[in-house]
């Protein structure tokens, strides 16, 4: 792989005082019962991993995984549910989960698919909401961090399936 320039955009004590402020946020606004965190694979598995250790709520949590087949920096516009959730969610409170909103696409989807099994509610929690490439109106319940473009690696995010290890969050200089 050739590696990329990068400079960092969010290091980790940013990283982890944003999350403790969402979680707070969450925790209050859920008050009766257990909520259902829906994660969205690959790319919000480390931010959700923090999410429900700084949640003060008890969750259970489940997962999704949705390809858009496209490759690099730009997603194909087709959505394509690939691992469906296993818990019924019904009557529920359920938060979705992701990494990144971009052009909103994948959660526009997601959410009229969840929606279909009737939850008693359902929201959104993005760790980053990428507003520039919009394609249909989308706003997240819960944003961790708003930013107008770029392309985002680190702390789960991916650029062809590399850097989600790392513990920052990085904006890539040359594509
Ligand atoms: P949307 O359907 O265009 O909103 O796409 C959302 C998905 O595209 C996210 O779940 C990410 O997987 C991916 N994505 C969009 N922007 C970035 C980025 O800057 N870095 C890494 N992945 C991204
Ligand atoms: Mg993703």
């Known amino acids: 792989m050739n590696e990329r320039q990068k400079e960092i955009l969010f290091n980790r004590s940013v990283i982890q005082k944003r999350v403790q402020e969402l979680a707070d946020q969450i925790s209050g606004d859920y008050t009766d019962g257990e909520l259902i965190i829906v994660g969205i694979l690959k790319g919000a598995f480390i931010f959700m991993a923090d999410l429900i250790r700084a949640i003060s709520i008890p969750c259970s949590v489940d997962f999704v995984r949705c390809a858009s087949y496209g490759t690099g920096s730009e997603s194909s516009g087709k959505i394509v549910m690939t691992k469906d959730i296993e818990t019924s969610i019904k009557g529920r409170d359920v938060l979705i989960v992701e990494d ?14 969840l929606k279909e099994r009737n939850p008693h509610s359902l929201k959104v929690c993005a760790l980053i909401d990428k507003r520039r490439k919009r394609k249909v109106s989308f706003e ?14 680190g702390y789960g995010l991916d650029f062809n399936e590399c850097y989600r290890f790392l513990p920052e969050i990085y904006v890539i200089k040359q594509l």
């Open 100 to 113: 990144i909103v971009d052009t909103g696409l994948t959660l526009k989807y997601l959410v009229g698919w």
């Open 140 to 153: 997240a319940d819960y944003v961790g961090f708003t930013v107008a473009d770029g392309f985002l690696v």
